[in-house]
């Protein structure tokens, strides 16, 4: 066991970024005494880590909702397993919600997206996004789909690869149905690999904190090292959450609109930005972690 993020020092070893969203959100992300003052991050009575945005405050339009981007102070290489066992997660119209690794310069040093995706939709998507030079092959278990194979983050309006979870267990309500689960990144030489379990199919070695990844079986997505040399192509990552909100994805009209990308958001409401004046629609707006693990392999 490298680091443990767990309990009352679970903050301890994180940098909260509180500029613009890269991503053209309406939020403004906030420090880390402000976010403790507003409630926006806590660890409760049992321990687990709150990531909130602000789920309370009604906006006029155009009013930016204060949230959290936070980014560990460590760097993780090729060697790194990292276990993330997550009670609950964000979702919810105009939500755009990302537990990620990247650093800067970006893409040179890589990104890594694990739980990501947008508005009420129901399926995760897992993303790398490179330097020129890197592509996806590899085996993927479960309901998954491949949309890209090209990395490289500005292959076309920086798409990098994914593959979409289709298991409703894997985002949003239907995570946190399940009573929540785990998600393993394992950053090897050999390529990188991303497992996922829903609560009660969390393997043992896991649950027990000696985790044996030879033992898990496919990986949901796999991006292999022959195509893809960690060593060049992914490089000291920071684990990274931020919920942001319509911006450069979330809040397209042609995604807000689509059912199977947002749920019932529209017609419900007009436009991203209308939700986003709405409390109403943040209820489920908030990541509660119950540890991070990362171990050296």
Known sequence: LLRSYAGSSFFDRWFFYNDTDPTHGMVNYVGRNYANKAGLTYVTGSGSAVLSIDRKSKLAPGVYRESVRIMSTDTYDAG???????KHVPYGCSTWPAFWTFNWPWPSY????????????????????????CTRSGSQAGNVQWASSNCYAYSGGDNGCTVFDYDPSSYGAGFNAAGGGVFALQIAETGV???????????????????????????????????????????????????????????IDGVFQRGDLSGSCYPQYANCAAAVQDPAAFTEAYFEVNYIRVFQV
């Open 80 to 86: 790194s397993l990292i276990i993330i066992d997550m």
């Open 110 to 133: 890589g990104e890594i997206d694990i739980y990501e995706g947008v508005n009420s939709r129901f399926f995760n998507q897992m993303t790398l996004h490179t330097e020129n030079g």
């Open 193 to 251: 690999s991303i497992w996922r379990w829903q609560r009660s199919q969390i393997p043992g070695d896991v649950q027990s904190g000696n985790p044996r990844p030879y033992t898990w079986g496919t990986p949901v997505a796999e991006w292999d090292g022959a195509t893809c040399d960690t060593r060049t192509f992914i490089q000291k990552q920071m684990l990274t959450f931020d919920i942001t909100t319509c911006g450069d994805w979330a809040g």
